[in-house]
Nanobody
Framework: VQLQASGGGLVQAGGSLRLSCKASGRTFRRYATGWFRRTPGKEREFVATITWSGGSTNYANSVKGRFTISRDSAENTVYLQMNSLRPEDTAVYYC????????????????WGQGTQVTVSS
C-alpha cells in the first residue's frame, strides 16, 4: 500500500491550496481516509477525515469552515481544499488510510503517506 500526498507549497495568508492523496495497492472500502499535520516540536494533530462513501466527514475545530475534505473513489484519491489559510496552518500535512471511524486519532489509522509541506506567510 502506498499513499502519495501532493499539492503543498508556499502561499500568502488568505490564500488557498488543494492537497491530494492518491492510494495505490489496494482500496479501503468501509474505512476512512484522513489528513493530519505536524509542526516542529508538536504532536501530529488531526485535521479532517472522510468515509469511503464520502457521506460523513469530521474536521478539527481549527479548520472548520475553511477546509473541505472530499474524495474521488473511482480514482482512489482524497482531496483537502484549504481556503483562508493562516500562518498557523504551516505544517507538514500527512494523509492516512484504513481509518476506523470517527477516525480522529493517529492510532485509528493503519497506513500513512510521506507528507507534504504547507507554508503560509504572513
Amino acid at each position: 500500500v502506498q499513499l502519495q500526498a501532493s499539492g503543498g507549497g508556499l502561499v500568502q495568508a488568505g490564500g488557498s491550496l488543494r492537497l491530494s492523496c492518491k492510494a495505490s495497492g489496494r482500496t479501503f472500502r468501509r474505512y476512512a481516509t484522513g489528513w493530519f499535520r505536524r509542526t516542529p516540536g508538536k504532536e501530529r494533530e488531526f485535521v479532517a477525515t472522510i468515509t469511503w462513501s464520502g457521506g460523513s466527514t469530521n474536521y478539527a475545530n481549527s479548520v472548520k469552515g475553511r477546509f473541505t475534505i472530499s474524495r474521488d473513489s473511482a480514482e482512489n484519491t482524497v482531496y483537502l481544499q484549504m481556503n483562508s489559510l493562516r500562518p498557523e496552518d504551516t505544517a507538514v500535512y500527512y494523509c492516512a488510510a484504513g481509518g476506523r471511524w470517527p477516525a480522529e486519532r493517529n492510532d485509528d489509522y493503519d497506513f500513512w503517506g510521506q507528507g507534504t509541506q504547507v507554508t503560509v506567510s504572513s
